[in-house]
């Protein structure tokens, strides 16, 4: 054979191999990542405070027990308007304690999706939760991925958190359940629903959980106000040293346009009628 062909028809197997490798390292990372429909939930902001809508690709979960918004109270100019207050709390820092004391003060339920860890090292703060009305809801044990290969866990993360927050403070996990970063997948929102679980997300976020880079606290109360729209759920960090700063104010300011705040009984129900 000529070498110059020789080389050429080596080179372009080479890169089939190459090709076909990498096609099958893509595949393996997906399943391992979260399966091939594994996605991130988010909501694209609207002006003039309307209710922003899922794009169409993530629209999907309000057909699995998946809520993100209350569809009732979608007039931002109607008599009666809801927000939902909603916290993922992992750990206590001091902060925790100082957003319940702004809920109390103020008589404002919210709703604490919480994991293992809070349950173990901080039994208290739970019970007081609960205590002072407050839903105690599921966030997964150690909030490991539950997505693609994850799904064999979830089962044993939701009954592990349920397990320890009645053995170690005595509260019983309200059936609401929030995804780890929020990322889900269709086998884990049908998993939710066999569990008994309702899903909830949320309409408006904003980033408030890294403790090391700490948002302005003005700039910060302003982004949430200027996004603030009738029926939002609304998903805060509780170990956020700004929104501890900054609740009692936003608070206030909801109640003086004339928001009263819901719970997610009222969101769930309501939207199943």
């Known amino acids: 054979m000529n070498t110059p062909i020789r080389k050429k028809k080596i080179l372009w197997l080479t890169f089939i191999l190459i090709l076909s490798l990498s096609i099958v390292a893509v595949q393996i990372l997906t399943v391992q ?10 909501c694209t902001r609207a002006k003039d405070h309307r209710q922003p809508r899922a794009d169409g690709a993530l629209s999907y979960v309000e057909q699995y027990g998946g809520y993100y918004i209350d569809h ?41 999706f919480i994991l293992g860890h809070l349950a173990k090292a901080h039994p208290e703060l739970v019970r007081r939760m609960a205590e002072e009305g407050h839903l105690v809801c599921n966030h997964t044990y150690t909030h490991k991925d539950m997505t693609g290969n994850g799904i064999r866990l979830l089962a044993d993360e939701v009954t592990r958190l349920e397990d ?37 997300f949320w309409s408006f976020a904003y980033a408030d959980w890294d403790n090391q880079k700490q948002p302005d606290p003005v ?30 104010d936003i608070i206030t300011s909801l109640k003086a346009q004339g928001y009263r705040f819901g719970t997610l009984y009222e969101l769930t129900e309501g939207a199943a009628e």
């Open 33 to 42: 990542a979260g399966g091939a429909d594994a996605t991130g939930w988010y």
């Open 219 to 248: 700039s910060s109360k302003k982004k949430i106000l200027d996004n603030i729209h009738n029926g939002a759920v609304i998903l805060l960090h509780p170990t956020s040293a700004t929104n501890a700063a900054i609740l009692g």
């Open 164 to 200: 320890a927050c009645q053995a170690a403070c005595g509260v019983t996990v309200a059936k609401f359940f929030r995804p780890p970063e929020g990322k889900f997948d269709r086998a884990m929102l049908e998993e939710v629903q066999r569990l008994g679980y309702k899903t909830i």
């Open 72 to 112: 009732h109270h979608s007039d931002p100019n109607g008599e009666d308007k809801v927000v939902y207050l909603t916290f993922d709390a992992g750990y206590e820092n001091g902060n925790v304690e100082k957003i319940l004391d702004v809920l109390k003060s103020e008589e404002v339920p919210g709703a604490f």
